[in-house]
Structures are given as structure tokens and as C-alpha cells.
């Protein structure tokens, strides 16, 4: 909106240009105030007014788009689904991932943590065949490559861990409140770590990497990490320095890029993905007298 801000007329003029949303129809004033309340709702931007020079409206608190990756988040779902929405004949030539771990009890966790209250969890881990009951009290959520993440507060084990939504076979309410601690930070929690392997005993370092061809391009369009910056640029590499602990799952994400990416630095983690690669290769290696 600007500095400025814009009157009600500036901005009917703008809505009216887009007739796929407005079908050529301004916004009542009745309208624009309910949307108003409903944009602070959904994605917490404040729409101020300078009554000084005529009504014109701004956004009193831009950081929250500069910094709330959630509200970005949610608005450029919101655009994307908006868009989409008005095209669904063409639900067959637009194809989209699917996330099944949003659809059962995201809702439910996300209440309790507005209310604060304790869950009883029903988990079954990938590892065992058995189901287990147990409390928690949920801290936050993290969505990471196509699944929901859950950290919440083993009450039993008086511990942060870290539970995948599509492994939780039910959730229970309790009237048992809880409180977060005032100096967690979700973001500062998951700031070193690359995804969702939360291993302390794994040291934050720098790490160099070097990605060869048009694969620079996809590591600068979407970066690994928050922390990661390009270093040096030529026509045939580039290389990106990060500062995170190199856990599996970054070491796994490593793998899929095969040899398009290069560890440089720090050694250690080269050795790991030489050790890697090599059992690569020990799988494979009597397939090459096939071809």
C-alpha cells in the first residue's frame, strides 16, 4: 500500500482490474471492514487508516510479512488456493503433492496449543509394531518435506522430542493445562539444524558446497538452510558456504543431489559422504557388467 496508504476509491480501482476475483464489482464498505477483521484473524496484518488528508489505509505492522514466515506462508497458500479455485475444471492438468499428515489431527494439536493444553498421544514409530499412549504438551509444529512435525514435551520423560503426524494414531484432550517456557523460540530451537533430525551430539559447523552446472540455480531459487550465502560464482560452479550440523537427514539430501553438489569443508563431512558413497558403489558395483 505504500507509505501513504491508499483511499477505499485506490482500491476498488485496483480489485476491479482483477474481474477474475471481482467480476467487475467494487468492494462495499460493509465488506472491505468484515475483510478487514478477517485478514488480521487469519494472517495477523493490521489494516490502519490516516484519517488526516482523506481515509487512506496502510499496514500498521509490515515486519510480520517481512518476518512472520508463517503469515507469508499462509498468504501465498491462500493466493495459490484463490487461483486455483477459479480453475477447477482443470483439476486434471494441475497436479499438486499431496500431505496426508495435515489431515487428521493437525486441527486438534493446534487447539491445543492456543488453549495449552496437555494431549494424550497414541504413536506407533516406524521402528516398533506396537502403539504408545503417553502425554505431551505441544510446543510447536514444523511442516518438512511433505509431512507435519510435532515438538512437544515428553511428560513422562520431562523432554523435547519430536513426533511425525502421520505416525500419531489418535489424539485426547485433557483438562490439564500446561506453560511454555518464556525463552522458547521455536525458529532459534530448529535455527542449526537442517530439517527435523534433532541431534545435539552432532556439532554446528561451516560448511562449503559446491554446486556444479544449472544446479547452482536451484540451490540459490531455494536455498538448503536460512543461514546459507553464495561465496563465489563462476560459469561453471558455484560454491555456498552454511553453518548448520551436519545430521543424517542433511547428509541424505546431500545423496539425492548425487554428483552435482560437492562437499568441500568441512573434511569430515566429506569422508562421511566418501564412506557413503562407497557403500554405494559395494550395492551396485556388480550391475556394471550388465550393461
Not at 51 to 65: A, D, M, Q, S, W
Not at 123 to 144: I, W
Amino acid at each position: 500500500m505504500g507509505e501513504r496508504g491508499l483511499s477505499l476509491k485506490e482500491l476498488n480501482e485496483k480489485w476491479v482490474r482483477h474481474e477474475e476475483l471481482s467480476r467487475g464489482e467494487p468492494i462495499p464498505r460493509q465488506t472491505f471492514d468484515r475483510w478487514k477483521g478477517s485478514i488480521l484473524d487469519l494472517f495477523g496484518v493490521i489494516i490502519g487508516c490516516h484519517t488526516k488528508g482523506g481515509y487512506r489505509y496502510y499496514i500498521e505492522n509490515p515486519e510480520i510479512l517481512a518476518d512472520g514466515e508463517m503469515s507469508r506462508w499462509l498468504l501465498d497458500t491462500y493466493a495459490t488456493a484463490n487461483a486455483l479455485s477459479r480453475y477447477i475444471s482443470l483439476h486434471n492438468r494441475i497436479l499438486v503433492e499431496d500431505i496426508p499428515s495435515s489431515r487428521d489431527f493437525l486441527t486438534d494439536i493446534v487447539n491445543a496449543m492456543k488453549e495449552n493444553k496437555i494431549l494424550n498421544l497414541t504413536y506407533k514409530n516406524f521402528v516398533s509394531r506396537n502403539e504408545h499412549y503417553f502425554p505431551v504438551c505441544p510446543y510447536c509444529l514444523k511442516m518438512f518435506q511433505k509431512r507435519w512435525y510435532m515438538l512437544a514435551l515428553s511428560v513422562k520423560e520431562n523432554r523435547l522430542r519430536l513426533y511425525a503426524l502421520d505416525r500419531v494414531v489418535n489424539v485426547q484432550f485433557t483438562e490439564k493445562c500446561f506453560t511454555v517456557p518464556e525463552d522458547f523460540d521455536a525458529k532459534a530451537y530448529f535455527s542449526t539444524y537442517f530439517g527435523i533430525v534433532l541431534d545435539d551430539k552432532v556439532k554446528e559447523q561451516r560448511i562449503v558446497l559446491r554446486a556444479y552446472k544449472q544446479h547452482q540455480g536451484y540451490l540459490r531459487t531455494l536455498p538448503l538452510h536460512p543461514s546459507q550465502r553464495e561465496i563465489y560464482t563462476s560459469n561453471s560452479y558455484a560454491d555456498f558456504e552454511l553453518m548448520l550440523r551436519p545430521t543424517y537427514d542433511f547428509v541424505m539430501e546431500l545423496l539425492r543431489m548425487g554428483a552435482l553438489v560437492e562437499v568441500l569443508e568441512p573434511s569430515s563431512l566429506r569422508h562421511q559422504m566418501h564412506l557413503w558413497v562407497k557403500d554405494l558403489w559395494n550395492m551396485y558395483k556388480d550391475e556394471c557388467c550388465i550393461i
